[in-house]
Each structure stands twice: as structure tokens, then as C-alpha cells.
T-cell receptor, first 112, second 115 residues
């Protein structure tokens, strides 16, 4: 039981490049989330999904897109990376009947 | 709007001392959930506890205890007889029951246990 996994663990992008972060969970959770963590700001919600085929905007969605084609996967895309998107990205998931979220190990992204 | 405040940015204590991490929250909902997460130096986020707004009983788990007081909108976390392995950043978080799926996090408290 791997829990929540994220790919890749580290990535360096040049401004304007695109990339996709993959989150996978094997706990059959309905809800999935993408957060970013910046120094002194805690975690902020980017996008979330309450089920396969559905997504919604969080607190800081600009510059990101997401897709949830399969229940176990939640993809976060950056179409044109900017230095302001340098951050650590966390994926999380939870059951619809419970409120605690379980987090992946994080992806450290640097945009130069 | 919901908000979580962790006023203590950094705390250092000597090993075996007790330490309390403060958390104050704001919400308009009458039903909500409070959480503590631990982020050790390795970077992952570890779920510690969830508390429901309708259950004000304090909870103890080994050296960890939590004090939930609705009257002061606080959900404080105490570590008794601290150990070096307790060194981490601790986040308090809040989730409202209806109309908002997200966890709102505080900015975290960095706890350093000095051997």
C-alpha cells in the first residue's frame, strides 16, 4: 500500500516551459488536492477534485490546470512556467466520508 | 472566511522540556474540523489528529496532547518530555463542513529540540 505518490520528486524548468506533475493514490479515495508550499505561507490550495472527471479551483489556481481522468490519478499542469511558480507541490487525498487528508512526499519545482 | 493563526514562528526548547504550540482559528460555520500535521526535515506531511467542533474533549496520545477550547477558538498542541525526533514544523489546519472542501493551514511553527 503506497498511499499517495508523486512524480517527479524534483524538477528544474526554464521560464516558459511546460510540465505535468502526477499524483497517484491507491487508497480508493474520492477527493484529491494539489497544494503549493512557500516559505512563511503554509500550504495553499491550487485545485481539487471531488471525483473522477470533476475539478474545481482552489485559492491560487492561476497558471495551473488539472485533470482527473481516473479516480486514482490527479494531474497538475503548468503550461508556461514562471519563476513565481517555484515552490514545493503537495498532492493529498481523502475519503468523502472523512475529513483528514493524506499527503504525498512533495515535488520540489524550480523555475529559472 | 476561515483563517488559522499560528503566532509562534519558531520555538526552541531543551530536550525533555514540555512545549505548547498555539493555534487560533476563525470560522463562521458551527460544524468544522481541526487538524494538526507534522512536517519533519524530510519534508513529508504527517497527519497527527483531527478534532470535530462538537467534541471538546481533550485528547492524549502518548507524549502528545491537544486542548480544544471553542470559547477561545483555540486548538493547542502540547508535547510532554520533548525529544529530538519531535523537531519539525507543525501545522494547524481547519476545514469547514459545508461549501468549502479545502483545508486552510496556518503558517506553521518550527520546533527545534536541543539535545
Amino acid at each position: 500500500n503506497a498511499g499517495v505518490t508523486q512524480t517527479p520528486k524534483f524538477r528544474v524548468l526554464k521560464t516558459g516551459q511546460s510540465m505535468t506533475l502526477l499524483c497517484a493514490q491507491d487508497m480508493n479515495h474520492e477527493y484529491m488536492y494539489w497544494y503549493r508550499q512557500d516559505p512563511g505561507m503554509g500550504l495553499r490550495l491550487i485545485h481539487y477534485s471531488v471525483g473522477e472527471g470533476t475539478t474545481a479551483k482552489g485559492e491560487v489556481p492561476d497558471g495551473y490546470n488539472v485533470s482527473r481522468l481516473k479516480k486514482q490519478n490527479f494531474l497538475l499542469g503548468l503550461e508556461s512556467a514562471a519563476p513565481s511558480q517555484t515552490s514545493v507541490y503537495f498532492c493529498a487525498s481523502r475519503r468523502s466520508t472523512s475529513y483528514e487528508q493524506y499527503f504525498g512526499p512533495g515535488t520540489r519545482l524550480t523555475v529559472t | 472566511a476561515q483563517k488559522v493563526t499560528q503566532a509562534q514562528t519558531e520555538i526552541s526548547v531543551v530536550e525533555k522540556e514540555d512545549v505548547t504550540l498555539d493555534c487560533v482559528y476563525e470560522t463562521r460555520d458551527t460544524t468544522y474540523y481541526l487538524f494538526w500535521y507534522k512536517q519533519p526535515p524530510s519534508g513529508e506531511l504527517v497527519f497527527l489528529i483531527r478534532r470535530n467542533s462538537f467534541d471538546e474533549q481533550n485528547e492524549i496520545s502518548g507524549r502528545y496532547s491537544w486542548n480544544f477550547q471553542k470559547s477561545t477558538s483555540s486548538f493547542n498542541f502540547t508535547i510532554t518530555a520533548s525529544q529530538v525526533v519531535d523537531s519539525a514544523v507543525y501545522f494547524c489546519a481547519l476545514s469547514e463542513r459545508f461549501g468549502n472542501e479545502k483545508l486552510t493551514f496556518g503558517t506553521g511553527t518550527r520546533l527545534t529540540i536541543i539535545p
